[in-house]
Every structure is written in structure tokens, then in C-alpha cells.
């Protein structure tokens, strides 16, 4: 009997200048951080999770494996490639995170359904605009690792565009909630996450939450 084991991959590395902040994963939400919301919402059985950048500061409940892609900050490729070699050796599927998109756990389930049921390499999340999110994604580790060895090959994985892996993979996409893949850049990113996740809140408890406390 084969046993499917499904890993984390957060990457923690990017930079908040715009927002005041050097570490877009202890931005505040609530009374907890972006990259706590996520691990906190991430399904019970993945496992391990690995976070991938700076060291986080802020404290978490939930073991992780802490790591960071060499030389640092060398783009999100060469921290996926790192990371991966942190996975143990039966993992079949992997998500892969970004710490600035504070709610993209919720999109795990439905994306690992697509993949395992139309047997691509990988299941994209695609956000209110369209657009495909490579990291708001579940991956089949072994198309994963074929596809970073042969970019590894063809000019190396520092500084290269995510777009370079999506390339190299068979993809299936799936439209998700515009809160899901609502990732934060700016000021005015970050005060309509607040807006639209104090309204997923209103939805779903049919409360009014005090917009202080998301």
C-alpha cells in the first residue's frame, strides 16, 4: 500500500519596505501575525512544514523546519529548490505558501482535490484578476524536483521568475476566493485584506466584527 504524505513549503523571505516592515510575515493580523494565521489554518495532516527565509520572531505553536535558500535573498526559485531538499524522501505532494498572502491555507484542499484527481504536476490557484498564483499552489514533488534540476541546468535558479518553473510543469488552475489569494504589497494592499477578511467574518459567523480586531 502506498502512503501519500503531503508537505509545507512557506517562503518567509519577503521584504515589507513599502509597509514599514522588513518581514512581511510578522505583519500583524489580530492578535497574531500573517505567517501564525497560516500556520494555525494549515490542515492537520501536512507534514513537515518548512519555512524558508528569515528566521520568524514572532512565536508559533506548530513545529516547523526553519531554513534559508544560500546566498539569501536570492528569489523564490532558489528558496523552493532549498526547501525541498528538507522534504523526506516519501513526500508526495507539497504546498508551497507565501507568507504575504495571509489566508491562502483555505485554497490547500481544493487544490490538492485537482491534482490528484486530473494527475497533473501541479494545481494553481487563480485569483480574482485570472491570474495564476505559483504560491498559492500544491505541487507533485517528484515533477517538482524534475523541474528544478533541469532549470538548475539550463542557467541556474538565483534570481529567476517563478513564470521559468510553471513553464517546465503540466498545470490545472483553480478559481478561488478573491480573500484566498489576496496577497500584500501595499498600504492600501494591506487595508483591503483587513476589509474583505472582516467581511468574510460578518459572512460567516453573521456577526459584524469590530474591524479592530481582524
Request: glycine fraction near 6%; proline fraction near 10%; include cysteine.
Given at each position: ?55 520568524p520572531h514572532t512565536p ?30 516519501q513526500t508526495t505532494y ?32 487563480v485569483d480574482k484578476e ?85
Amino acid at each position: 500500500m502506498t502512503t501519500t504524505t503531503h508537505a509545507t513549503i512557506i517562503l518567509t523571505g519577503g521584504h515589507g519596505s513599502r509597509l514599514g516592515t522588513t518581514n512581511k510575515a510578522e505583519l500583524p493580523l489580530g492578535t497574531t501575525t500573517f505567517l501564525n494565521h497560516i500556520l494555525t489554518t494549515l490542515p492537520s495532516f501536512h507534514h513537515p512544514t518548512i519555512l524558508v527565509g528569515p528566521p520568524p520572531h514572532t512565536p508559533t505553536h506548530i513545529p516547523v523546519i526553519t531554513t534559508q535558500e544560500h546566498p539569501p535573498h536570492t528569489g523564490p526559485l532558489a528558496a523552493i529548490a532549498h526547501a525541498t531538499t528538507h522534504l523526506p524522501p516519501q513526500t508526495t505532494y507539497t504546498t508551497i505558501l507565501a507568507c504575504d498572502t495571509p489566508h491562502a491555507a483555505h485554497a490547500i484542499t481544493p487544490l490538492t482535490h485537482a491534482l490528484t484527481t486530473t494527475h497533473q504536476d501541479a494545481a494553481l490557484a487563480v485569483d480574482k484578476e485570472g491570474r495564476w498564483q505559483p504560491l498559492v499552489a500544491v505541487y507533485d514533488v517528484a515533477a517538482l524536483a524534475t523541474a528544478l534540476d533541469a532549470l538548475r541546468d539550463s542557467g541556474g535558479l538565483a534570481h529567476r521568475p517563478v513564470k521559468h518553473l510553471i513553464a517546465a510543469l503540466n498545470i490545472t488552475t483553480v478559481p478561488l476566493p478573491q480573500l484566498w489569494t489576496f496577497d500584500v504589497d501595499t498600504p492600501q494592499d494591506y487595508s483591503q485584506m483587513r476589509s474583505l477578511t472582516t467581511s468574510e467574518r460578518a459572512h460567516t459567523t453573521g456577526e459584524d466584527p469590530d474591524d479592530d480586531a481582524i
